[in-house]
């Protein structure tokens, strides 16, 4: 019998922070982590770390902006592998820091949408012949409830008054694009889901820190990927349920 192949899994921006628990936790599992990286050096840091608790895992040298190593990475998983069964797109970045949305700059808001949402599609877009490879495939986007158009135009809301446009806005076109990739992969079985992992203590979290662990703010990332057999799809979720786009 031909030997049973290893769930693979490619997290974006999994160096740090809720990316590397991510990474930490489905590979103690049992899952091939193919760890997405901008800096090689954090990189090394992060599968070194890996390696420590045994968990098979590889470095990808991975810019979500840069539409060449998106391809590299590609083509290097596909030589080497032949197939891909998760995609975590979880890279994410944040530049706006609730400036005004009357003075904010395009620039401010073009970072924001060229990481959080273009960044997401083209990585998306290049890995979807690996996922159609394999037995099993999801693709799981990190998004944030303060994308939830939902949440920032209900009055009773804690994210009413919450005003971070570029963030915001980007992070709810990656609510529509969950919504769109779902409807377009369900005919050959990829699952596509959002998750907000929370306000958690990281890097991201800034100058207020986070009001959850990095443990927690991954458990709803690691509850999807860990079960490869779930027909979930379309859904926007956190620990505490689903939440409004």
Do not use: C
Not at 156 to 168: A, C, D, E, I, P
């Amino acid at each position: 019998m031909p030997e049973k192949q290893s769930v693979l899994t490619l997290i974006t921006g999994a160096d740090k922070g809720i990316g590397f628990e991510t990474a930490m936790e489905l590979g103690r599992l049992g899952q091939h982590i193919l760890v997405g990286s901008r800096d090689k050096s954090r990189g090394f840091r992060a599968v070194k770390r890996l390696h420590q608790q045994r968990i098979k895992s590889d470095l990808m040298i991975l810019d979500v902006t840069s539409a060449a190593s998106i391809r590299a990475v590609a083509d290097r998983i596909r030589n080497q592998f032949g197939y891909l069964n998760i995609l975590i797109n979880n890279a994410g970045v944040a530049f706006d820091h609730h400036e005004s949305a009357l003075t904010m700059s395009i620039e401010t808001i073009r970072r924001d949408f060229d990481v959080n949402f273009f960044g997401l599609i083209q990585v998306t877009q290049a890995m979807v012949p690996l996922l159609l490879k394999a037995d099993h495939a999801k693709i799981i986007n990190v998004s944030s409830n303060m994308g939830s158009l939902g949440l920032a135009s209900d009055p009773t809301s804690q994210f009413y008054n919450v005003s971070s446009l570029g963030y915001q806005a980007s992070k709810a076109a990656v609510n529509s694009a969950t919504i769109t990739f779902s409807k377009t992969l369900a005919h050959v079985g990829i699952t596509v889901n959002a998750v907000n992992p929370g306000y958690t203590a990281t890097d991201f979290g800034g100058r207020f820190g986070g009001t959850q662990t990095v443990q927690q703010g991954a458990a709803r990332i690691v509850s999807l990927a860990r079960d490869l057999d779930s027909e979930v799809t379309g859904t926007f979720s956190e620990n505490a349920g689903k939440l409004p786009w």
